[in-house]
Structures are given as C-alpha cells and as structure tokens.
C-alpha cells in the first residue's frame, strides 16, 4: 500500500530537549515536504526537499532542521524545541512535477512544555 | 503571494442536501488545484486533484470544478451524509514559490446532521 509514515504520532517534550520526527514514504516519490498546522494560521511549509541531499526552505523554516540522506526518509529536526513550536506536523511527499498529487502522512502532534 | 481563501469557514446541513463548498485564489498562476479532507485530529486525505489544464474532475459523490481565469474552484458534494463530516481543504501548486509547496486555505468545517 502506498503510504507516507510518520513517527511519533504523539509527543510530549520540555523546552530544550532534542526530539526528531521521522517521515518514510514508499513510493519513490522525489520530493518530499514537512508542513505545520496551526488554528487560524492553517498548513504552512516548513522545509522541502527536491531529491537526496537536496533540501531548502519553506515559510517557516526557524528552529527546524531537515535531512535527506535517503530518498525515502525525510526526518525533521528541533535541535531546540520551543513552546511555540508545540503544533501539528505532516509530512507529505510528490512524485516530482509541480502537477502531481501529493500524499501526506498522519501528522505528528508535538507538544513543548 | 499565491492566497487561498475557503467559504464558507463552517457548514451545517441536514442529511441528503447537496451542498457546495468554495475556494479562491489570488495567482491564477497555478500548476494544479488539490481537495483535501480532513477528519479531526486525523492526517490528510486526498480527495480530488484538478490540473490546470483541467475544469473538473469527478469521483463517486464529489465533483471539483475550476476556473483559473477567475480563480475559483468549487467541491459539489451530493446528497450528503453525516459520514461526510469533515474540514475540507483545497490547496494550490503555484509556479512562484518553493517547488511542490502547497498554498491551503483554512478550510471549511463541514457538520451533516442526521
């Protein structure tokens, strides 16, 4: 079945304390994107990634950190996390074409106390 | 900068009504238009994806409609049901911006009654 996973689904974390959120999808897609929904703000880009070892940055990029050292994979980083970074996360890949459907994962909820 | 905009924010209907739900946007610069439902506290699920080149697309109840010139889209939903019960999401592919970004509305909360 095709499918983009993340992990975890839920997380609770104190301000400071290093957390990463991973992301796999198994459909080869090339491109790969993390998203932050918020109430009243609605999804906004995080990073995106065009293919392996390409990465750049969406709207909201401060405090993040992505990696994309498998095509697959796609984790996302808080070297630092913060109270206003307590959100809910997709990640969502693409086959590659600014015209293709995108696929998102289940969505990870980060609270930071 | 592309913006989406979702009317009405919320919809409560009664069962068996068909119903239309709006999207615009400002950029009629767009590679493709997505409609997304989204179940509370849930992730994401695809319902409808219309390509530029495209005024609509169909799928069982649903039915999508665009039209970039006036930068519009409408999801028709036939005789509802209150399994329909959702926010609805469109989202837009733009040529400006990061590559693959998609622009979202806010969304339309949609409740069905019994």
């Known amino acids: 079945e095709a499918q983009v996973t993340q992990n975890p689904r839920y997380l609770i974390t104190v301000t400071g304390k290093k957390l990463t959120v991973t992301c796999s999808q198994n459909?080869?897609?090339?491109?790969m994107s993390w998203y932050r929904q918020d109430p009243g703000l609605g999804l906004r880009q995080i990073y995106y990634?065009?293919?392996?070892?390409?990465?750049d940055k969406g709207d909201v990029p401060e405090g993040y950190k992505v990696s994309r050292k498998e095509k697959r994979n796609f984790p996302l980083i808080l070297e630092s996390p913060s109270p206003n970074q307590t959100s809910l996360y997709f990640c969502?890949?693409?086959?590659?074409?600014?015209?293709?459907?995108?696929?998102f994962g289940q969505g990870t909820r980060l609270t930071v106390v | 900068k592309q913006e989406v905009t979702q009317i009405p924010a919320a919809l409560s209907v009664p069962e068996g009504e068909n119903l239309v739900l709006n999207c615009s946007f400002t950029?009629?610069?767009?590679?493709?238009l997505q409609w997304f439902r989204q179940d509370p506290g849930k992730g994401l699920t695809s319902l409808l994806l219309?390509?530029?080149?495209?005024r609509e697309q169909t799928s069982g109840r649903l039915n999508a409609s665009l039209d970039k010139s006036s930068g519009r889209s409408t999801l028709y939903i036939a005789a509802s049901q209150p399994g329909d019960s959702a926010t609805y999401l469109c989202a837009v592919i733009g040529y400006g911006g990061s590559q693959g970004n998609l622009i979202f509305g806010k969304g339309t909360k949609l409740s069905v009654k019994p």
């Open positions: 219309i390509q530029s080149s495209q």
């Open positions: 990634s065009m293919n392996v070892e390409v990465t």
């Open positions: 459909m080869n897609h090339e491109y």
């Open positions: 950029d009629s610069a767009i590679y493709n």
């Open positions: 969502a890949s693409l086959p590659g074409g600014a015209s293709t459907e995108a696929f």
